[in-house]
């Protein structure tokens, strides 16, 4: 009698009794005043500073698409890399179904040995 009681009170809004007292419903969790709490409310360790950094325009992990490049010598395609170099593989065509690999050392712009299209190894310190 007292649970079935108990879950009427929860489901209206008030629950006048016999005595003339009226009893209203406990609160739910979820609907405090503030609402339901966003992502950045409730996230925690490493959803939590990846949303810090998108927030300031980084991407630590790479999530976000890569920017595009044009390819020329003003606007090399940008490699990141934690040596001081990096094989690249190059898809000079669209519809190409070879992939010309060539190493990219630090210091200015590279062409593809093939194309001729820019590339540019860029330090980049991995997150911790
Ligand atoms: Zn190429």
Redesign the pocket.
């Given at each position: 009698m007292a649970g079935r009681l108990l879950l009427r009170a929860c489901t209206a809004t008030t629950l006048h009794l016999r005595s003339g007292v009226a009893v209203r419903p406990l609160p739910r969790a979820m609907s405090t005043v503030r609402g339901v709490p966003t992502d950045e409310e409730q996230a925690t360790g490493l959803e939590r500073r990846t949303l810090q950094a998108l927030k300031h325009g980084k991407d630590p992990y790479s999530i976000l698409k890569p920017k595009t490049y044009a390819g020329t010598k003003e606007d090399p395609h940008i490699v990141p890399g934690i040596g001081n170099k990096r094989l690249v593989g190059?898809?000079?065509e669209e519809d190409n179904t070879a992939i010309?690999w060539f190493w990219l050392h630090e210091g200015g712009a590279q062409r593809?040995p093939?194309?001729?299209?820019h590339y540019q190894l860029v330090h980049h310190e991995l997150p911790h």
């Open positions: 190059c898809l000079c010309v593809c093939s194309c001729g299209s």
